[in-house]
């Protein structure tokens, strides 16, 4: 139900903005939020946007990495700069409606996920 795209490879230094879009349903209401997985490596939070358009990033993405909605389009964005190796994943997008504000950076507190789009950054 939720598809996530715009990966692709980028040399050290560039950005790619990834999308998500819902299928059969909108955001309203969902907090949306970004992860991702390194090979051999724990899937990690990113970044996520709450009900009321709040943003909140691991710390280590701030400044780098923006989180934006766009509700005619239906769909959440992550902007991504200066993108390193390190940064090279597969990034998934993830959406639930209850999920509470201490719990959104746990990935198994949201309930629809997207496949996954792969961002590899070489240097």
């Known amino acids: 139900q939720l598809q996530a795209s715009g990966g692709g490879l980028v040399q050290a230094g560039g950005s790619l903005r990834l999308s998500c879009t819902a299928s059969?349903?909108?955001?309203?209401?969902?907090?949306v939020g970004w992860f991702r997985q390194a090979p051999g490596k724990e899937r990690e939070f990113v970044a996520a946007m709450w009900r009321s358009g709040a943003t909140y990033y691991a710390d280590s993405k701030k400044g780098r990495f923006t989180i934006s909605r766009d509700n005619a389009q239906n769909t959440v964005y992550l902007r991504m700069n200066s993108l390193k190796p390190e940064d090279t994943a597969v990034y998934y997008c993830a959406a639930d409606r209850s999920i509470i504000l201490s719990s959104i950076s746990s990935s198994r507190h949201y309930d629809y996920w997207g496949q996954g789009t792969l961002v590899t950054v070489s240097s």
């Open positions: 059969g349903r909108t955001f309203s209401g969902y907090v």
